[in-house]
T-cell receptor
Framework: QQQVKQSPQSLIVQKGGISIINCAYE??????FPWYQQFPGKGPALLIA?????SEKKEGRFTISFNKSAKQFSLHIMDSQPGDSATYFC?????????????FGKGTLLTVNP | DADVTQTPRNRITKTGKRIMLECSQT?????MYWYRQDPGLGLRLIYY???????NKGEISDGYSVSRQAQAKFSLSLESAIPNQTALYFC?????????????FGPGTRLTVL
């Protein structure tokens, strides 16, 4: 059972464009939604995260939009740059619990062309 | 992240061989995880440990075993390697008391089973 569905699987954007990656979840108990960024040859690293008490969180060019009723959240990368080319994973979890672990989406390979 | 190290970084082995992947961390975290990454399948949890005496199976534990030798060390073993265990393996850590529930990943081990 895939609890976090991520789309698209791959995305090509021109420099300066907007990259949008979408995720949907099933478990209504999830209350923490991070995005991880992975460059080739490296481990994933936390990029930005949101909790469901807000509908949007912005950090620089990266924004998470959250729709609790639709059980969806998305990552927007404004003014995309070639250096943003990486694989992006959304994830979800029930935070602070005794059984904390992340459920990841399958990832999106983003390519930003110069 | 240099605080989480994995050895070896690359390994080629033959079907039926026993192999151990090692993970060490200097972050002082209680929680450690093993994931495998396959193209198009994202990150899948193999095993996780919340302290030295606590070991839990993840979603794909068959064919794998783990050992938590100390708070800082968590090893993954393939008792009899098979070709479909060819993948990129990541160790990660997180802090039980962390409000952000961030997982910190090692650089990965690329395993090839011939």
């Amino acid at each position: 059972q895939q609890q976090v569905k991520q789309s698209p699987q791959s995305l090509i954007v021109q420099k300066g464009g907007i990259s949008i990656i979408n995720c949907a979840y099933e478990n209504t108990a999830f209350d923490y939604f991070p995005w991880y960024q992975q460059f080739p040859g490296k481990g994933p690293a936390l990029l930005i995260a949101i909790r469901p008490d807000v509908s949007e969180k912005k950090e620089g060019r990266f924004t998470i939009s959250f729709n609790k009723s639709a059980k969806q959240f998305s990552l927007h990368i404004m003014d995309s740059q070639p250096g943003d080319s990486a694989t992006y994973f959304c994830a979800a979890t029930v935070s602070g619990g005794s059984n904390y672990k992340l459920t990841f989406g399958k990832g999106t390979l983003l390519t930003v062309n110069p | 992240d240099a605080d989480v190290t994995q050895t070896p970084r690359n390994r080629i082995t033959k079907t039926g061989k026993r192999i151990m992947l090692e993970c060490s961390q200097t972050k002082g975290h209680d929680r450690m995880y093993w994931y495998r990454q396959d193209p198009g399948l994202g990150l899948r949890l193999i095993y996780y440990s919340f302290d030295v005496k606590d070991i839990n199976k993840g979603e794909i534990s068959d064919g794998y075993s783990v050992s938590r030798q100390a708070q800082a060390k968590f090893s993954l073993s393939l008792e009899s390697a098979i070709p479909n265990q060819t993948a990129l393996y990541f160790c990660a850590t997180s802090d039980r008391l962390g409000a952000t529930d961030t997982q910190y990943f090692g650089p990965g081990t690329r395993l090839t089973v011939l």
